[in-house]
């Protein structure tokens, strides 16, 4: 609650900050050099474009990319694309992880051959937990190695967050101690890398290449290092090419695809970069060259990099302290001496290319040189500003002189000429084979099973294993039969009653059944589509909050389930209630369990028989889908649909009769369900099933069951095939000869491939042959979409797809070489179904035919396919109803296609490759990138161990109207700090380089705790609502926003100044008012006011103390509400008599002495304050010291008395006592106090003379203050001045001698000290004074005054109102019991000098309405330094008092906050986007007059702009105090006048933003009211992005955004948005609240946050207006004295 210490003021301090978080130096140094090394080649050569990218060197040495620079240059002349592939091979070869005997010129060979060394890999990783199979790719792992081989040294890239101890796990040293910066690559120490970006103390030795320094990394050298290079150049080794900078790269160089796929052409390099300039034009320079400056070096050309842009710093004239955080506009270093060095090749710093992006205005136009000096050519700045105004989109007209439209339109990115685009012709429709329906193939599939349960009853169907691989049971084909047939009569028969059956034919019933029992889930399953029931089979619920089991309870209510089949074993195993019954689960619908196993069944009676038709329309089951979105469709297949999906199984695979084949996969839904429990009874074929569970005990299971059963068929994943990898060494006899056909269930994910050559590699030994292998591609809507089929001996193995990274992520195919690293390597999944038809559709808009060089959805159309989604219409037609249309617009076929949610195209010879899921696709920037293919990278990132099980979500969610990528991973138990963020930098520097993309979140999360899915994969759309709900508890986060958003709008550019004059002109003729306003006349105001004919107060209390001696002025309550003591006016005389003998005796004092007054709040305070005056001397009212905060506060009191020159200082015996106490003398040494007198016990004597001022403009008394941004300044109130301010408030609020006021605030400043200790004196009212610090006692205590003394006005601050809203809000009706009634209350005012908290108001009023208070009572005042009450809201304005409560606040406005942020005012309706609610400061007082001035050019201003609040008045302070007398402050503030109109009124200028509106309502007078908007102070603005920001209205955006954050404070340092948040909850809440801040801050004001501080509630200091000491707590964070539990550096 106190005033902050003047220590510490100044920037210093700032690497003590370091020694406390450790953070580190550390940065994503390996993209420095390139950030400025813009290519110029680009604008030499190709199309003029002014905005080249950056080579695409992100990942080379030093070295080499200067080397590759050179290249460029050569490259301008002729060079042949042989010619250039071999020089380049020979630059970067080096860079290149080498494989031994390995020509360098021949980059990686395609595949590593299987080795010992290769083969031993997989032993060393069982042991260290296996990694996520399906993205198992040595390929890709070694690409992946060669993006980071160049960061290999480097311990860390990211500065690390500090977090406070409790919160890390194992609290590793080095955690803590910042990385060892000396062993770098090949450039690291050279002289051009970093040339004094330390400053003077780093020795201007550079890039902390010295490692005998390491430990003291000053704070600015690693935040300069960390945001100069946050511009993570988005290249990688495989696109070093960087020969296509150039805009015109030819288009002949590229082939039409269909020629390209069938020959394996290599598409030239040239064309196949050009789409890197695009993405590199907005990712390059964010933070250009950030470091803290030196005081004495502020006559550099600075320019300040407003969050992320750099544009001029515009001069600010209103008082801020010297700003030494300018830094220079370019990467050009500035050396020790401050010369600028010129670095790299010409060409701009790496701020450039965000500027060159900026169309630049008028003067504010820069051309810069290669070293950022800017160049005052007015020719080329006109050249350059028309390329700028060609590129730049058309904008609106001008309007009120401002270019920027409202709308603030995000950037938009412009389409790049030079994108990779589709080529080929239009493609044409796929035809499968015929489906030849064999003679004997059954009518439906109730046939097949009737058929073989008679013909051949012993024959096997299906045996399954136990956990230890021994045969649990062997199910026949007539037992299934006659099970089944149990289940169906029992369905039909034996559920409810006769007259009303449960289950019906054609009812839906769900089956729950586990995944080691598929004999009872085949007889439920048979059972009933026997008695033509639709079963709908789901997993089984383990908890009764299963992640997604709500879902899935909708799919059944929505299907109207009301009976679940499941089987003994899971029946037990479900949990109960404590009665034994099976609870309902969160979101299901009521069912009855029913267990359908032969003992609890009763036999059919003989003549029943189920009735078997052939396959008809009826639905025959429902297959669940969870969505992107996490909510669970039911695709509905029919009887015909799901027979001819047998059928064409059947062809496509060869089954015939009595075949065995090994079944790993899930029996219950897809390829599980298809081949091992509906095709394998169609032909008769015996089903061996591995269970989940033994697969984990024993990975080599399903080999050796193939073995054991010579099988000619299974089915796995690729998960399955990497499982046996890790084990094949404990098997010597394993032989798989007799597999005909290895189905490989996901082979549409492209990352299959790696899996299937890995087995292929190790088990071609024992017997497997290439061609068995056979990938398949499926979905829940489409089944089969196709498979490979098994070849004959020798045919020619199939072909594969080297495919361009890039090229995918805009949609197009272009082949490249397996030694590049962002490529993407597909197998085929074989043909199309038989008697199908596929063609592959645009994946936005209509469905138009893709091109053949294009990606896009596949959809087939076939009648083995879903046909709905069941209950969903809408959604049904758009899948499974879907009419491919070509260009012109005539749909391909007259039947309708489903859509298989599989992105691809049809390859040569009609094979079909995927690339990917619908699902899985996050559109970043307009570039399309697959989850899939960004797992796969970040689990290639070695030390693989890093990642729990391989356990890693990514996901993208929606940030201000673009999609941004969120990783999560769960990290192994044992991982320190360090490993963490090593890894964390890594995976983004690896994502980076190979998919050109940055991640706009990296967080880690304690292992096992994703949502799990039944099968336990990972639940993504449950992580995603945990991370937006902030319940995710990551113990590790990485933010990095500065490298994703690429949208923001442009920096708004400071126009040149209007002048003066024609603002006004343009406002006459817009017909605008001139924004000024003023109070009531004072001079026309006839009232008897007696105390007018004085001069002085002291003579006003004279006066009182002979007409009304006995007349109480003044009550002072204690914390019981009890009248502590009180004074009439005689007693006060007296008193005050005493104390100026006292003065002039002991202090002998002269006339003007300053006394210095430290008193508690209460009447001492009052009685020695006109001591003083009666003694001549001047008083100044000072705060007295905190006993429980000695150290901080006294200070602050000792800084008061020095800097107000006080002479002696007069208090209580108390305090005095307390100056000498042991902690006090710690703080402050005693003999540097002036005299100190203590006023407990007065003499009797009365003084000879009372003093009677010569001048009433000398010097009443000194008003001190600290205002919130941390400066002391005191007023000097003269004599009129006072006279005027009592009169002024009197008018006001009509006070008067027979009236009473409760006054709740502190009394040592501005209206508060007014208030409480003169107003009563010059008015005569009573004064009842509650001292704010009792409420801490008695929260009630004000109120229960209010109440009891029946008060009409009272003034309170806005600490007291939240003290009362939070301490009193569940009490309201023990106060209504207790009496407390608020109905006569006609004014509260909240005394303030900041904008009205409009939300704290109203909770008041609604949260006291019970009480009685009027919901127009509450209201505010506004004041400052130079005027200390300029408005003041009394009773209500006149119309108002009649309406009641009716009706809305009328001083409320909304304004457009967008709007706001460029000084403009815009009215927009309540409830509109973007709107901020403000109310009016109360009513302008009497004598008072303001004006709207801008605060640069000094003009007046129209109405309803915003500017700076000017005041004219008999009551303005008539100046600073200060000791140093900055005389030009002085002048400023206290006596401005305007540059143009009225320029004879002298105005003091206030320091705070507002403006004026003429409301529709009239005063008592009948004039119309003007209402004044304060909007907050100029010196708390902060300037980002060229706007100007209020700090309470991104405060408000952040606590609204998770219930845990009770407090924030917002500031800039060093132009970083600082969020500094108090958390109310545990810790391990804190790293939930880094990304929800970001997000907000983003969305709602378009900023990125640079740092989060997740502090302790009470940490933000706040003093006692209940105002934030922002600049307060910013010099605690810089001097590291918050003790964060967590600080995030959002670089």
Same mark, same amino acid.
């Given at each position: 609650? %106190?005033?902050?210490?003047?220590?510490?003021?100044?920037?210093?301090?700032?690497?003590?900050?370091?020694? !406390?978080?450790?953070?580190?130096?550390?940065?994503? !140094?390996?993209?420095?050099?390139?950030?400025?090394?813009?290519?110029?080649?680009?604008?030499?050569?190709?199309?003029?474009?002014?905005?080249?990218?950056?080579?695409?060197?992100?990942?080379?040495?030093?070295?080499?990319?200067?080397?590759? @620079?050179?290249?460029?240059?050569?490259?301008?002349?002729?060079i042949t694309q042989k010619g250039y592939e071999k020089k380049r091979s020979k630059l970067i070869g080096a860079y290149f992880p080498q494989t031994p005997g390995m020509d360098p010129s021949m980059g990686q060979e395609r595949r590593t051959p299987v080795t010992p060394s290769s083969s031993s890999r997989y032993n060393r990783r069982r042991s260290s937990g296996s990694r996520d199979e399906r993205y198992r790719s040595d390929v890709h792992t070694e690409a992946v190695q060669a993006a980071l081989a160049k960061h290999k040294e480097r311990k860390m890239a990211v500065p690390m967050p500090s977090k406070r101890r409790s919160l890390v796990v194992q609290t590793s040293m080095d955690a803590y101690t910042p990385p060892d910066t000396s062993s770098g690559s090949e450039g690291e120490g050279q002289g051009d890398e970093d040339v004094g970006d330390g400053e003077e103390e780093d020795g201007g030795g550079g890039g902390g290449t010295s490692s005998s320094r390491e430990g003291s990394i000053s704070m600015e050298h690693w935040i300069s290092r960390a945001v100069h290079s946050s511009t993570t150049t988005t290249s990688s080794t495989a696109s070093s090419s960087s020969s296509s900078t150039r805009s015109g790269g030819s288009g002949a160089a590229a082939g039409r695809l269909a020629d390209v796929l069938a020959q394996h052409v290599h598409i030239s390099a040239q064309h196949h970069l050009r789409h890197h300039r695009h993405h590199h034009r907005h990712k390059t320079g964010l933070l250009s060259h950030l470091s803290l400056r030196k005081r004495r070096r502020k006559a550099e050309p600075a320019g300040l990099v407003q969050n992320g842009n750099s544009e001029p710093r515009r001069s600010e004239n209103h008082s801020a302290p010297p700003d030494v955080t300018g830094c220079t506009n370019n990467t050009a270093n500035t050396t020790a001496d401050g010369i600028q060095v010129e670095r790299g090749p010409p060409g701009g710093g790496g701020g450039s290319a965000a500027q060159r992006q900026t169309p630049k205005y008028g003067n504010a136009e820069l051309m810069e040189t290669g070293d950022g000096v800017p160049v005052s050519s007015r020719v080329s700045a006109k050249i350059q500003q028309l390329v700028n105004t060609l590129k730049r989109p058309k904008r609106p007209p001008l309007r009120e002189f401002f270019v920027d439209d409202f709308e603030e339109l995000l950037e938009v990115q412009q389409p790049d000429p030079n994108l990779p685009k589709a080529e080929g012709a239009q493609m044409a429709a796929m035809r499968g084979e015929q489906l030849g329906v064999v003679t004997n193939w059954p009518p439906s599939l109730e046939a097949a099973l009737q058929r073989w349960g008679t013909i051949s009853p012993k024959a096997p169907c299906l045996t399954t294993m136990d956990t230890n691989g021994k045969?649990?049971?062997?199910?026949?084909?007539?037992?299934?039969?006659?099970?089944?047939?149990?289940?169906?009569?029992?369905? *039909?028969?034996?559920?409810?009653?006769?007259?009303?059956?449960? /289950?019906?034919?054609?009812?839906?019933?769900? *089956?729950?059944?586990p995944n080691n029992d598929p004999g009872a889930f085949m007889t439920a399953f048979y059972g009933c589509l026997l008695a033509e029931v639709v079963p709908v089979p789901i997993e089984v619920?383990?908890?009764?909050?299963?992640?997604?089991?709500?879902?899935?309870?909708?799919?059944?209510?929505?299907?109207?389930?009301?009976?679940?089949?499941?089987?003994?074993?899971?029946?037990?195993?479900?949990?109960?209630?404590? &009665?034994?019954?099976?609870? $309902?689960?969160?979101?299901?619908?009521?069912?009855?369990?029913?267990?359908?196993?032969?003992?609890?069944l009763s036999k059919p009676p003989r003549d029943w028989f189920p009735q078997i038709k052939d396959a008809n329309q009826d639905t025959a089951y429902i297959e669940y889908k969870t969505c992107k979105d996490g909510g669970v469709l039911g695709v509905t297949v029919t009887r015909t649909a799901m027979l001819t999906h047998c059928q064409a199984l059947t062809q496509s695979c060869s089954y015939t009769e009595a075949e065995t084949i090994v079944n790993v996969l899930d029996f219950k839904k897809d390829v599980g369900l298809?081949?091992?429990?509906?095709?394998?009874?169609?032909?008769?074929?015996?089903?061996?099933?591995?269970?989940?569970?033994?697969?984990?005990? %024993?990975?080599?299971?399903?080999?050796?069951?193939?073995?054991?059963?010579?099988?000619?068929v299974a089915c796995v994943k690729s998960r399955d095939m990497h499982w046996a990898l890790v084990a094949h060494r404990d098997q010597r006899d394993v032989n798989l000869s007799s597999l005909r056909m290895l189905v490989v269930a996901d082979g549409s994910n492209p990352w299959s491939i790696s899996s299937c050559d890995a087995f292929l590699n190790v088990f071609q030994t024992k017997g497997l042959r290439p061609e068995v292998i056979c990938p398949c591609a499926s979905s829940p809507e489409a089944l089969t979409v196709a498979i490979r089929r098994p070849l004959e001996e020798g045919a020619t193995p199939p072909s594969r797809g080297v495919l361009s990274m890039p090229g995918l992520s805009h949609g197009v195919i272009r082949v490249d070489s397996e030694e590049k690293l962002s490529v993407l390597t597909l197998q085929d999944v074989g043909s199309v179904m038989p008697g199908a038809l596929m063609c592959v559709v645009k994946v936005e808009g209509v469905p138009q035919l893709c091109k053949t060089d294009e990606i896009g959805e596949m959809c087939v159309c076939t009648v083995a396919t879903g046909t709905s989604y069941y209950g969903l219409a809408g959604m049904t037609k758009n899948t499974f109803e879907v009419f491919p249309v070509s260009n012109n617009g005539t749909p391909i076929s007259e039947f309708p296609f489903t859509r298989t949610g599989l992105l691809g195209f049809i390859g040569p010879a009609g094979l079909i490759f995927v690339a990917g899921k619908m699902d899985g696709l996050m559109v970043v920037g307009g570039r399309r990138h697959n989850a899939d293919d960004i797992v796969a990278t970040a689990l290639a990132v070695e030390p693989m161990k890093f990642v729990y099980r391989g356990r890693i979500a990514v996901f993208s969610i929606t940030v201000l109207h673009d999609e941004r990528i969120v990783v999560v991973a769960e990290q192994r138990p044992d991982s320190t700090e360090e490993d963490s963020f090593q890894w964390m930098s890594r995976v983004l520097q690896a994502i980076d380089s190979i998919h050109q993309v940055g991640v706009y979140c990296l967080a880690l999360v304690p292992s096992n705790t994703l949502p799990k899915t039944p099968l336990g994969g990972i639940h993504l759309s449950?992580?995603?609502?945990?991370?937006?709900?902030?319940?995710?508890?990551?113990? %590790?986060?990485?933010?990095?926003?500065?490298?994703?958003?690429? %949208?923001? #709008?442009?920096?708004?550019?400071?126009?040149?100044? @209007?002048? #003066?004059?024609?603002?006004?002109?343009?406002?006459?003729?817009?017909?605008?008012?001139?924004?000024?306003?003023?109070?009531?006349? *004072?001079?026309? @105001?006839?009232?008897?006011?007696?105390? !007018?004919?004085?001069?002085?107060?002291?003579?006003?209390? $004279?006066?009182?103390?002979?007409?009304?001696?006995d007349h109480v002025l003044y009550t002072l309550l204690n914390s019981r509400g009890a009248i502590a003591s009180s004074l009439t006016c005689v007693q006060l005389h007296k008193r005050a008599e005493k104390i100026a003998a006292v003065l002039s005796e002991r202090g002998h004092l002269q006339d003007g002495d300053h006394v210095a007054l430290v008193y508690p709040p209460g009447i001492d305070l009052i009685a020695a304050f006109y001591g003083c005056l009666y003694a001549g001397c001047v008083p100044i009212t000072v705060r007295p010291p905190h006993p429980q905060n000695i150290a901080t506060t006294l200070p602050t009191v000792k800084m008061i008395v020095e800097v107000s020159r006080s002479v002696c200082v007069m208090t209580t015996q108390l305090i005095c006592k307390l100056l000498r106490s042991k902690e006090a003398l710690a703080a402050v040494d005693l003999r540097t106090w002036p005299p100190v007198i203590d006023t407990d016990d007065l003499p009797k004597k009365k003084p000879p003379l009372l003093y009677k001022p010569s001048n009433p403009d000398t010097l009443a008394y000194l008003d001190f203050s600290v205002s919130t941004t941390g400066m002391l300044a005191g007023v000097k109130m003269s004599h009129t001045a006072t006279s005027a301010f009592c009169r002024s408030i009197k008018l006001q609020c009509e006070l008067y001698p027979s009236r009473e006021v409760a006054i709740c605030l502190d009394p040592y400043c501005g209206l508060g000290f007014v208030l409480w200790c003169l107003c009563s004196v010059y008015s005569g009212h009573q004064s009842i004074l509650i001292p704010p610090s009792e409420l801490e006692v008695n929260p009630a205590l004000w109120l229960s005054a209010v109440s009891q003394y029946k008060v009409r006005d009272t003034f309170c601050s806005y600490s007291v109102m939240e003290l009362c809203t939070k301490g009193l809000g569940l009490q309201t009706d023990s106060l209504k019991s207790r009496g407390v009634d608020l109905s006569r209350v006609r004014t509260c005012v909240v005394v303030a000098e900041e904008r009205p908290r409009i939300a704290l108001t109203q909770s008041f009023s609604k949260l006291f309405k019970d009480l009685g208070l009027h919901p127009r009572a509450v209201s505010t005042s506004f004041g400052c330094r130079v005027n200390l009450a300029i408005c003041l809201q009394p009773h209500r304005l006149g119309k108002l008092a009649d309406q009641g409560t009716s009706g809305p606040d009328p001083t409320t406005v909304f304004v457009d906050m967008r709007a706001l942020r460029h000084d403009r005012v815009r009215l927009v309706e309540r409830g509109s986007p973007h709107s901020l609610p403000l109310m009016e400061s109360g009513k302008i007082l009497p004598g008072v007059r303001i004006i709207i001035a801008n605060p640069e050019t000094k003009g007046p201003m129209g109405e309803s702009h915003l500017g700076e609040i000017w005041v004219h008045s008999g009551h303005n302070a008539s100046g600073y105090f200060t000791v140093y007398g900055d005389e030009v402050l002085q002048s400023d503030h206290f006596s401005s006048r305007l540059s143009f109109g009225d320029t004879q009124t002298v105005w003091a200028r206030t320091g705070y933003l507002g403006f004026l509106r003429r409301t529709e309502l009239t005063d008592a007078s009948g004039e119309r009211h003007d209402a004044l908007y304060v909007v907050g102070a100029l010196e708390e603005a902060m300037e980002l992005r060229g706007m100007r920001y209020h700090p309470i209205d991104i405060e408000t955006s952040v606590i609204r955004t998770h219930k845990s954050i009770t407090e924030c404070a917002v500031f800039?340092? &060093?132009?970083?948005?600082?969020?500094?948040?108090?958390?109310?909850?545990?810790?391990?809440?804190?790293?939930?609240?880094?990304?929800?801040? &970001?997000?907000?801050?983003?969305?709602?004001?378009?900023? @990125?946050?640079?740092?989060?501080?997740? /502090?302790?509630?009470?940490v933000i200091p706040i003093n006692s207006r209940g105002e934030k000491q922002r600049m307060h707590l910013r010099d605690g964070f810089l001097a590291d004295q918050l003790d964060p539990i967590y600080v995030a550096y959002n670089m």
């Amino acid at each position: 609650m %106190n005033q902050r210490p003047p220590a510490g003021r100044g920037e210093g301090s700032v690497s003590a900050f370091c020694s !406390r978080a450790r953070c580190c130096c550390c940065c994503f !140094r390996q993209h420095e050099r390139f950030g400025e090394m813009k290519s110029t080649a680009g604008r030499q050569g190709g199309g003029g474009s002014a905005a080249a990218a950056p080579g695409d060197r992100g990942q080379l040495g030093s070295s080499s990319s200067c080397r590759s @620079i050179e290249m460029q240059h050569d490259e301008e002349g002729d060079i042949t694309q042989k010619g250039y592939e071999k020089k380049r091979s020979k630059l970067i070869g080096a860079y290149f992880p080498q494989t031994p005997g390995m020509d360098p010129s021949m980059g990686q060979e395609r595949r590593t051959p299987v080795t010992p060394s290769s083969s031993s890999r997989y032993n060393r990783r069982r042991s260290s937990g296996s990694r996520d199979e399906r993205y198992r790719s040595d390929v890709h792992t070694e690409a992946v190695q060669a993006a980071l081989a160049k960061h290999k040294e480097r311990k860390m890239a990211v500065p690390m967050p500090s977090k406070r101890r409790s919160l890390v796990v194992q609290t590793s040293m080095d955690a803590y101690t910042p990385p060892d910066t000396s062993s770098g690559s090949e450039g690291e120490g050279q002289g051009d890398e970093d040339v004094g970006d330390g400053e003077e103390e780093d020795g201007g030795g550079g890039g902390g290449t010295s490692s005998s320094r390491e430990g003291s990394i000053s704070m600015e050298h690693w935040i300069s290092r960390a945001v100069h290079s946050s511009t993570t150049t988005t290249s990688s080794t495989a696109s070093s090419s960087s020969s296509s900078t150039r805009s015109g790269g030819s288009g002949a160089a590229a082939g039409r695809l269909a020629d390209v796929l069938a020959q394996h052409v290599h598409i030239s390099a040239q064309h196949h970069l050009r789409h890197h300039r695009h993405h590199h034009r907005h990712k390059t320079g964010l933070l250009s060259h950030l470091s803290l400056r030196k005081r004495r070096r502020k006559a550099e050309p600075a320019g300040l990099v407003q969050n992320g842009n750099s544009e001029p710093r515009r001069s600010e004239n209103h008082s801020a302290p010297p700003d030494v955080t300018g830094c220079t506009n370019n990467t050009a270093n500035t050396t020790a001496d401050g010369i600028q060095v010129e670095r790299g090749p010409p060409g701009g710093g790496g701020g450039s290319a965000a500027q060159r992006q900026t169309p630049k205005y008028g003067n504010a136009e820069l051309m810069e040189t290669g070293d950022g000096v800017p160049v005052s050519s007015r020719v080329s700045a006109k050249i350059q500003q028309l390329v700028n105004t060609l590129k730049r989109p058309k904008r609106p007209p001008l309007r009120e002189f401002f270019v920027d439209d409202f709308e603030e339109l995000l950037e938009v990115q412009q389409p790049d000429p030079n994108l990779p685009k589709a080529e080929g012709a239009q493609m044409a429709a796929m035809r499968g084979e015929q489906l030849g329906v064999v003679t004997n193939w059954p009518p439906s599939l109730e046939a097949a099973l009737q058929r073989w349960g008679t013909i051949s009853p012993k024959a096997p169907c299906l045996t399954t294993m136990d956990t230890n691989g021994k045969p649990l049971y062997v199910l026949t084909y007539g037992k299934l039969w006659s099970r089944s047939v149990k289940v169906a009569y029992n369905l *039909l028969h034996k559920l409810g009653t006769k007259q009303e059956p449960l /289950v019906r034919p054609g009812d839906r019933v769900a *089956l729950v059944f586990p995944n080691n029992d598929p004999g009872a889930f085949m007889t439920a399953f048979y059972g009933c589509l026997l008695a033509e029931v639709v079963p709908v089979p789901i997993e089984v619920p383990l908890t009764r909050k299963d992640a997604g089991s709500q879902q899935i309870g909708f799919l059944l209510g929505s299907c109207g389930v009301t009976v679940a089949l499941t089987s003994d074993a899971c029946h037990k195993g479900l949990p109960k209630t404590p &009665t034994g019954e099976i609870p $309902q689960f969160k979101g299901w619908p009521k069912v009855l369990w029913f267990v359908p196993e032969s003992k609890h069944l009763s036999k059919p009676p003989r003549d029943w028989f189920p009735q078997i038709k052939d396959a008809n329309q009826d639905t025959a089951y429902i297959e669940y889908k969870t969505c992107k979105d996490g909510g669970v469709l039911g695709v509905t297949v029919t009887r015909t649909a799901m027979l001819t999906h047998c059928q064409a199984l059947t062809q496509s695979c060869s089954y015939t009769e009595a075949e065995t084949i090994v079944n790993v996969l899930d029996f219950k839904k897809d390829v599980g369900l298809w081949h091992a429990v509906l095709t394998s009874v169609m032909n008769m074929m015996h089903v061996v099933s591995i269970p989940y569970a033994l697969m984990k005990v %024993n990975p080599l299971s399903w080999i050796q069951k193939v073995c054991q059963f010579k099988a000619k068929v299974a089915c796995v994943k690729s998960r399955d095939m990497h499982w046996a990898l890790v084990a094949h060494r404990d098997q010597r006899d394993v032989n798989l000869s007799s597999l005909r056909m290895l189905v490989v269930a996901d082979g549409s994910n492209p990352w299959s491939i790696s899996s299937c050559d890995a087995f292929l590699n190790v088990f071609q030994t024992k017997g497997l042959r290439p061609e068995v292998i056979c990938p398949c591609a499926s979905s829940p809507e489409a089944l089969t979409v196709a498979i490979r089929r098994p070849l004959e001996e020798g045919a020619t193995p199939p072909s594969r797809g080297v495919l361009s990274m890039p090229g995918l992520s805009h949609g197009v195919i272009r082949v490249d070489s397996e030694e590049k690293l962002s490529v993407l390597t597909l197998q085929d999944v074989g043909s199309v179904m038989p008697g199908a038809l596929m063609c592959v559709v645009k994946v936005e808009g209509v469905p138009q035919l893709c091109k053949t060089d294009e990606i896009g959805e596949m959809c087939v159309c076939t009648v083995a396919t879903g046909t709905s989604y069941y209950g969903l219409a809408g959604m049904t037609k758009n899948t499974f109803e879907v009419f491919p249309v070509s260009n012109n617009g005539t749909p391909i076929s007259e039947f309708p296609f489903t859509r298989t949610g599989l992105l691809g195209f049809i390859g040569p010879a009609g094979l079909i490759f995927v690339a990917g899921k619908m699902d899985g696709l996050m559109v970043v920037g307009g570039r399309r990138h697959n989850a899939d293919d960004i797992v796969a990278t970040a689990l290639a990132v070695e030390p693989m161990k890093f990642v729990y099980r391989g356990r890693i979500a990514v996901f993208s969610i929606t940030v201000l109207h673009d999609e941004r990528i969120v990783v999560v991973a769960e990290q192994r138990p044992d991982s320190t700090e360090e490993d963490s963020f090593q890894w964390m930098s890594r995976v983004l520097q690896a994502i980076d380089s190979i998919h050109q993309v940055g991640v706009y979140c990296l967080a880690l999360v304690p292992s096992n705790t994703l949502p799990k899915t039944p099968l336990g994969g990972i639940h993504l759309s449950e992580a995603k609502q945990l991370f937006l709900e902030g319940a995710l508890h990551p113990c %590790n986060v990485l933010m990095c926003p500065h490298t994703c958003v690429t %949208n923001l #709008p442009k920096p708004r550019q400071k126009q040149p100044e @209007i002048g #003066p004059a024609s603002v006004m002109v343009g406002n006459l003729v817009s017909g605008k008012r001139i924004a000024q306003a003023s109070g009531r006349d *004072l001079g026309q @105001i006839e009232d008897n006011d007696q105390a !007018r004919k004085f001069l002085f107060l002291s003579e006003v209390l $004279q006066w009182r103390a002979q007409t009304t001696p006995d007349h109480v002025l003044y009550t002072l309550l204690n914390s019981r509400g009890a009248i502590a003591s009180s004074l009439t006016c005689v007693q006060l005389h007296k008193r005050a008599e005493k104390i100026a003998a006292v003065l002039s005796e002991r202090g002998h004092l002269q006339d003007g002495d300053h006394v210095a007054l430290v008193y508690p709040p209460g009447i001492d305070l009052i009685a020695a304050f006109y001591g003083c005056l009666y003694a001549g001397c001047v008083p100044i009212t000072v705060r007295p010291p905190h006993p429980q905060n000695i150290a901080t506060t006294l200070p602050t009191v000792k800084m008061i008395v020095e800097v107000s020159r006080s002479v002696c200082v007069m208090t209580t015996q108390l305090i005095c006592k307390l100056l000498r106490s042991k902690e006090a003398l710690a703080a402050v040494d005693l003999r540097t106090w002036p005299p100190v007198i203590d006023t407990d016990d007065l003499p009797k004597k009365k003084p000879p003379l009372l003093y009677k001022p010569s001048n009433p403009d000398t010097l009443a008394y000194l008003d001190f203050s600290v205002s919130t941004t941390g400066m002391l300044a005191g007023v000097k109130m003269s004599h009129t001045a006072t006279s005027a301010f009592c009169r002024s408030i009197k008018l006001q609020c009509e006070l008067y001698p027979s009236r009473e006021v409760a006054i709740c605030l502190d009394p040592y400043c501005g209206l508060g000290f007014v208030l409480w200790c003169l107003c009563s004196v010059y008015s005569g009212h009573q004064s009842i004074l509650i001292p704010p610090s009792e409420l801490e006692v008695n929260p009630a205590l004000w109120l229960s005054a209010v109440s009891q003394y029946k008060v009409r006005d009272t003034f309170c601050s806005y600490s007291v109102m939240e003290l009362c809203t939070k301490g009193l809000g569940l009490q309201t009706d023990s106060l209504k019991s207790r009496g407390v009634d608020l109905s006569r209350v006609r004014t509260c005012v909240v005394v303030a000098e900041e904008r009205p908290r409009i939300a704290l108001t109203q909770s008041f009023s609604k949260l006291f309405k019970d009480l009685g208070l009027h919901p127009r009572a509450v209201s505010t005042s506004f004041g400052c330094r130079v005027n200390l009450a300029i408005c003041l809201q009394p009773h209500r304005l006149g119309k108002l008092a009649d309406q009641g409560t009716s009706g809305p606040d009328p001083t409320t406005v909304f304004v457009d906050m967008r709007a706001l942020r460029h000084d403009r005012v815009r009215l927009v309706e309540r409830g509109s986007p973007h709107s901020l609610p403000l109310m009016e400061s109360g009513k302008i007082l009497p004598g008072v007059r303001i004006i709207i001035a801008n605060p640069e050019t000094k003009g007046p201003m129209g109405e309803s702009h915003l500017g700076e609040i000017w005041v004219h008045s008999g009551h303005n302070a008539s100046g600073y105090f200060t000791v140093y007398g900055d005389e030009v402050l002085q002048s400023d503030h206290f006596s401005s006048r305007l540059s143009f109109g009225d320029t004879q009124t002298v105005w003091a200028r206030t320091g705070y933003l507002g403006f004026l509106r003429r409301t529709e309502l009239t005063d008592a007078s009948g004039e119309r009211h003007d209402a004044l908007y304060v909007v907050g102070a100029l010196e708390e603005a902060m300037e980002l992005r060229g706007m100007r920001y209020h700090p309470i209205d991104i405060e408000t955006s952040v606590i609204r955004t998770h219930k845990s954050i009770t407090e924030c404070a917002v500031f800039t340092w &060093t132009n970083l948005l600082v969020v500094v948040v108090e958390l109310d909850g545990s810790e391990h809440e804190a790293l939930d609240l880094v990304p929800l801040v &970001t997000n907000v801050v983003l969305e709602e004001h378009y900023l @990125i946050v640079g740092v989060v501080v997740v /502090v302790d509630i009470g940490v933000i200091p706040i003093n006692s207006r209940g105002e934030k000491q922002r600049m307060h707590l910013r010099d605690g964070f810089l001097a590291d004295q918050l003790d964060p539990i967590y600080v995030a550096y959002n670089m």
